[in-house]
């Protein structure tokens, strides 16, 4: 009997529609349409759940639905549900549009009545794997359905009691009451034993699971939207825990941690899927522990798969007595480290930039860029027997910080201002809050397929798990390794890389991040864009690293210079002398003393300089601007002081005649918003040898673009001051996250200033790239400050900018973003 509406099977189903389907439930859609060995099912799409959701039950008619699904599922596999000969049992799992790792609920060897349990002793004549699937049913559906806390810790021993040739009726009998009776004293509730209600049951719970408190924690932290619903995909169960050669396991096409090219994952023999991801067992690589022609048969579907997919997968199997099927597959979680070289090396193997380019974000290459230890440092703690124990390395990074062992006190920690590393013997989505709130993350126990594994890599958080000599008592708040003993509050460190624990802290510094690999993919993606990113530098050594990290070009600032050399208190007082000239001689000495190394280290590169601004939001106490402007408040317009503007090109054209005359300067002048002051600029750059022009950091001065480009050689418009001042913020609060972040969550605003352009701006930008394009000879670009989004990246490039200036920092991810936006990633 054919059905349509909320359900579809994995034969039918369209696996491009992940919106409905869910990530997991495409997943084995297209597996199964490429005649991979799937066990077969359906998915009850995400409109289900909404609605399941908003009316607080299940939609009319879905319980039919799904039972004639039930039906056909019987008869694809030739067994029967609730009964024999061949019992057919269920998974019921959650698939959320976007993958949310170990955030959902999932339910599995759903099915299991007494008659089903006699009928599957007698087809694999072992009592004994019965009694562990009752026992293991019983306490996952207590768990996700009931609420349970800990249902059926007790009934271990029972299931291990078991004869394999007993008599399955009576063990059945045995488990599931001892469940019931834990159960009973936990919550009251009971488990049905009609398979029917049980599967009701699950898919229920698994939609109500869509607004778990990890759930919105998790969506909130990632900016996955609180809408979509989760799809649930119900499946015909194979059992890698039926014999020694079974076996379930998770595997990647490319180390997730590295990128190094090749499979990689585990296999935990003897086990179902639940018990390699709870990371309670520690399982074995799986290209030792599986079986030849079953990893071979592995290996190469993983290619296949990788290559339709273009990407790097994460794909979960399991084998029943020595056959092969695949469980899931989607786009694998990655450390930023290996999302470069990932991306890298798809791009040299031919995959389309477009595509190698969306599979590293701006935030990864930022936290490629992250602080890490001395080297030197390390290799003296080793020595002195500060290495605590060394784990699995699961997301590469060095940290230190407090050590803290459990989630809330984590948390309330953080949110103190205070790191943390959070040690725990496992973790669980119960500990996603502390997990977000730490610095670092270390388990006693799990592989590095472990929820703690898998979800710090989605964090981007150092993480190391497996530490198996680490023990961690909750109670007495200490963590014991060998003959050592930790308190809570004790300072320790940790290397996500290497797996190692550390007593105490460790001096940090930036690494090297313009790796190989970096470097190419950046490479790639500014050929891709065509843009000119300039990199803010202060002193002579920031040069070379922003010539490394890909910049075409340097800005600075003349205050700023001055600050970071010593000399601001003696411009401040020259500008609080006496006299018409306030002092200015002696700011072109200082100008031309400090800028002359600078510009010897920029060669033959164009060197933007942005001049004295004493009205300056972001330095008003380092200027003493109340005291500069009352005592001159000429000062406090662009051009009130005709002789500090020339007292500064004196001393730039000294430093470029000083450091050999190679580089390409320019004086540019903030606040300008008037034709008449870049005319009266214009005058006084003549005969310096040095261009100018103006930065426009008002509305007014973005509306006359076109006229003050007339006047100038370049043309600056930094974008978070025109922003703010359309907002009626102070400049700095957009680089600040409060008050902003609450603001927004109240729906005070429509746009998020710091993210965003705001359509208003664009309009004062579109005036701007106007300019750049009626005013060839004048060099229009924008000013970016703080961390720069995709999104704000992709605008501006949309409208027609090709040239930018960032921090530092902001350099190689601005590239990228830059690149992605061409390409319409």
């Known amino acids: 009997m054919a059905t349509s509406g909320s359900t579809s099977t994995f034969t039918d189903a369209d696996p491009a529609d992940v919106d409905r389907l869910g990530g997991k439930g495409a997943g084995l859609a297209r597996m199964t349409q490429q005649g991979l060995r799937v066990p077969p099912g359906y998915v009850i799409g995400t409109d289900a759940c909404r609605s399941y959701l908003a009316e607080g039950s299940v939609p009319a008619g879905l319980a039919d639905e799904v039972l004639v699904r039930l039906g056909e599922l019987e008869a694809a596999t030739g067994k029967a549900f609730g009964g024999g000969p061949v019992p057919l049992l269920l998974s019921v799992r959650s698939g959320a549009p976007v993958s949310m790792p170990g955030m959902m609920d999932t339910v599995l060897n759903l099915g299991l009545d007494r008659a089903a349990a006699v009928a599957l002793a007698g087809a694999t004549g072992d009592a004994r794997f019965v009694a562990d699937l009752v026992a293991r049913f019983h306490a996952m559906y207590a768990e996700t359905v009931l609420g349970a806390l800990d249902p059926g810790a007790g009934v271990a021993g029972l299931v291990e009691a078991v004869d394999p040739a007993g008599d399955a009726g009576a ?17 009251g509730d009971s488990v049905p034993d009609d398979p029917r209600a049980q599967l009701m049951g699950a898919i229920e719970a698994v939609f109500r699971s869509w607004n778990t408190r990890r759930a ?19 499946q015909a169960m194979v059992f890698g825990n039926l014999s020694a050669d079974s076996g379930s396991g998770v595997v990647f096409t490319r180390n997730p941690v590295t990128g190094e090219p090749g499979l990689f994952g585990e296999y935990l023999a003897h086990s179902q899927g639940e018990d390699v991801v709870a990371g309670t067992r520690t399982p074995d690589p799986v290209t030792e522990a599986l079986a030849p022609a079953v990893l071979e048969e592995l290996r190469g579907t993983c290619l296949d798969l990788e290559r339709t997919h273009g990407d790097v997968l994460d794909v979960e199997f399991t084998v029943e007595r020595s056959v092969l099927y695949f469980l899931q597959v989607r786009s694998a979680k990655r450390t930023a480290e290996a999302a470069v070289r990932i991306a890298a090396d798809l791009a040299s193997e031919g995959l389309p930039l477009a595509q190698a380019l969306g599979h590293v974000t701006p935030a990864q290459i930022r936290q490629v860029q992250r602080p890490g230890f001395d080297d030197a440092e390390v290799e003296r703690a080793r020595e002195g027997e500060r290495l605590l124990t060394t784990g699995i390395g699961a997301c590469p990074g060095q940290v230190s910080g407090e050590l803290v062992l459990d989630s809330d006190r984590a948390k309330q920690a953080a949110d103190a201002g205070r790191r943390v590393v959070l040690a725990r013997p496992v973790t669980s989505p119960a500990d996603l809050h502390g997990m977000i709130a730490a610095q670092g993350i270390v388990t006693a126990t799990g592989g590095s ?15 190391v798990v497996g530490a198996s000599e680490m023990r961690v008592d909750e109670s007495a708040r200490t963590v014991t390794v060998g003959g050592r003993t930790l308190r809570e509050g004790d300072e320790v460190s940790l290397d996500g890389a290497s797996g190692e624990l550390f007593a ?3 001096t940090t510094s930036t690494p090297v991040a313009a790796t190989a690999a970096l470097g190419a993919l950046l490479g790639l993606a500014a050929g891709a864009s065509g843009c000119e990113v300039l990199s803010r530098v202060t002193l002579p050594a920031d040069v070379a690293a922003a010539v490394q990290a ?26 609080l002398g006496d ?28 060197v933007g300089v942005r001049a004295i601004d004493l009205v300056a939001d972001e330095a008003r106490e380092l200027l003493q601007q109340t005291a500069v402007t009352t ?48 005319r009266a600029l214009r005058v006084l750059g003549q005969g310096t040898g040095i261009g100018v022009g103006a930065y426009l950091t008002s509305p007014r001065g ?38 902003l972040d609450g603001y927004l969550a109240q729906g005070m605003l429509s746009c998020d200033p710091r993210t965003t352009i705001d359509p208003s701006v664009e309009v004062l930008l579109a005036g701007v790239a106007g300019a750049a394009s009626s005013v060839p000879r004048c060099r229009v670009g924008l000013r970016l400050s703080g961390e720069v989004s995709q999104e704000a990246a992709a605008q501006l490039h949309a409208m027609g900018f090709r040239r930018f200036a960032v921090d530092a920092a902001e350099t190689r991810p601005l590239v990228l973003a830059l690149g992605r936006a061409a390409l319409g990633v």
Do not use: N
Not at 653 to 674: I, N, P, Q, T, Y
């Open 631 to 678: 005592r001159h408040p000429e000062l406090s317009v662009p051009l009130g002081r005709p002789a500090l503007i020339e007292a500064q090109l004196a001393g730039l054209a000294r430093a470029v005649e000083d450091s050999g005359g190679r580089a390409a300067v320019h004086l540019a002048v903030r606040h300008v918003s008037d034709p008449a002051e870049a």
């Open 216 to 234: 919105r924690t998790y969506r909130d932290h990632h900016g996955i939207p609180h809408d979509l619903g989760t799809a649930v995909v119900v």
């Open 579 to 606: 006299g018409a000239t306030g002092g200015v001689d002696r700011i072109a000495d200082l100008v031309a003393q400090e800028f002359t190394p600078l510009l010897r280290a920029a060669g033959d590169g164009e």
């Open 702 to 739: 973005a509306l006359a673009a076109g006229a003050v480009a007339e006047a100038g050689d370049v043309l600056w418009l930094e974008v978070r001051a025109v922003q703010a001042a359309v907002f009626g913020l102070p400049a700095r609060q957009l680089l600040t996250a409060e008050p």
């Open 171 to 187: 063990a059945y009998d045995r488990i599931w009451s001892a469940c019931e009776r834990e159960l009973a004293d936990d919550t």
């Open 449 to 463: 397929t472990s929820h703690a594994a898998v979800v710090a890599r989605a964090l981007g958080t150092t993480c």
């Open 504 to 506: 105490g802290g460790f």
């Open 550 to 575: 890909g910049a075409s070009g340097l800005v600075t600032a003349v205050d700023d210079v001055l600050a970071a050399t010593g000399h601001l208190d003696g411009l401040v007082q020259s500008l």
